[in-house]
């Protein structure tokens, strides 16, 4: 292919304050595409979700370089391929995945527990897996985000990126399996891995709460609980099935406590929560990222008497070729009605709101829809 015209929604300044919809720190703006290299594709994007993890570039907690097209939960149809992808036609939706894996490194070799060396180097530094940039505006670069740079109208990503979905999959549902439920699913499934009988709690019911929450409940080996500090969360969860739903304080208050617990919430008083409300020998699985300098106490002596474990669980502790058909495969059986985690579909044009409504807790999964 030429190099071609997109619209694409970037990212200008990190950390101005908000209100978004007033200080516009992303506009949506042309900008150049140039043609795939020899592992990569282009991407026709049909659907986009909002993260926190681009909410948390925006607001400067991660900082990225700048100018930047954001978005990393997107879904699409194949353009066009490089040379050496061979899988791939075009037509076939595909989901991506944030965090590409190269297969080789140390981190791959983890089976999903860490995360790829490689990849985790290229999204710090606004590439693709192997370092090429495809944005441009006026003669300037515009960096990628998490190799994905989905909140466009098309996108050049490596193979790497990408899991075949079907068809059948629509395009707002295949776009959240690649981050919120991926990333809340996969914890469940990767690093609690209960048994039987087990109650599971998940603290934060955001995108990624809500879809820990809908796999537990998918699952069916035990309670469910869930915990959030606003009423519509908890609401929302009683009517998705949670069996038990508290705030942070009646948690406290009352002594609940879990099997094992999900931190989804990416602040230091929800772990806190967390922690807590775990049974003797359970786990206690943090899933949100929040501010690199927060930090959380937690009492020592509990973890060796009660023979606890704390675990780190980064996109699920998944493998995206791996885990993304089971959960699509869940949806298509009824099993994991996904298409209640997304709260509104949106414009790309209504992005600075959008982000606003993400930072005041109000919105689950808000999800652009491309014409």
Not at 168 to 190: F, K, S, Y
Not at 342 to 361: C, H, K, P, V, W
Request: aromatic share 4%; charged share 20%.
């Amino acid at each position: 292919m030429t190099d071609m015209h997109i619209t694409g929604a970037v990212l200008e300044e990190i950390g101005r304050p908000r209100p978004y919809a007033e200080t516009t720190p992303i506009t949506v703006s042309d900008l150049e595409l140039t043609a795939p290299g020899p592992t990569e594709v282009l991407v026709k994007i049909e659907a986009a979700g909002l993260c926190h993890s681009d909410l948390s570039v925006v607001d400067g907690n991660r900082p990225r370089p700048v100018p930047m097209l954001l978005g990393h939960e997107a879904a699409g149809l194949v353009v066009s391929t490089g040379d050496e992808v061979t899988d791939l036609t075009e037509g076939e939706r595909v989901t991506m995945a944030f965090l590409p894996r190269c297969g080789e490194c140390d981190g791959c070799r983890t089976d999903g527990r860490l995360p790829c060396e490689r990849g985790t180097a290229s999204n710090t530094a606004g590439t693709l897996l192997h370092g090429s940039r495809h944005l441009g505006r006026d003669g300037e670069t515009v960096q990628h985000h998490l190799g994905v740079s989905g909140f466009a109208t098309y996108a050049v990503v490596d193979r790497a990126s990408l899991v075949k979905i079907g068809n059948d999959v629509p395009p707002e549902i295949a776009a959240v399996l690649g981050c919120a439920v991926l990333t809340g699913g996969g914890a469940l499934l990767n690093a609690v891995d209960r048994t039987e009988g087990e109650s599971v709690m998940v603290v934060g019911l955001g995108g990624v709460g809500i879809s820990a929450l809908l796999c537990a409940i998918a699952e069916a080996k035990g309670p469910v609980i869930a915990v959030d500090a606003l009423p519509e969360k908890l609401e929302l969860a009683h009517d998705l099935g949670a069996d038990e739903v508290y705030t942070p304080t009646e948690v406290a208050e009352q002594g609940i406590r879990a099997s094992h617990t999900l931190e989804c919430a990416g602040h230091p008083r929800a772990f806190e929560t967390a922690f807590a409300a775990t049974k003797p020998g359970g786990r206690t699985v943090t899933v949100g990222l929040p501010h690199p300098q927060a930090m959380s106490q937690v009492p020592p002596g509990v973890i060796t008497a009660e023979a606890r474990t704390i675990i780190g669980s980064y996109l699920g502790s998944a493998v995206p070729q791996r885990d993304i058909p089971t959960f699509a495969d869940w949806w298509r059986s009824g099993r994991l009605p996904i298409e209640r985690l997304i709260s509104r579909t949106i414009r790309l044009d209504q992005i600075n709101e959008a982000m606003d409504e993400l930072a005041d807790g109000k919105a689950v999964r808000q999800v652009i829809l491309f014409d």
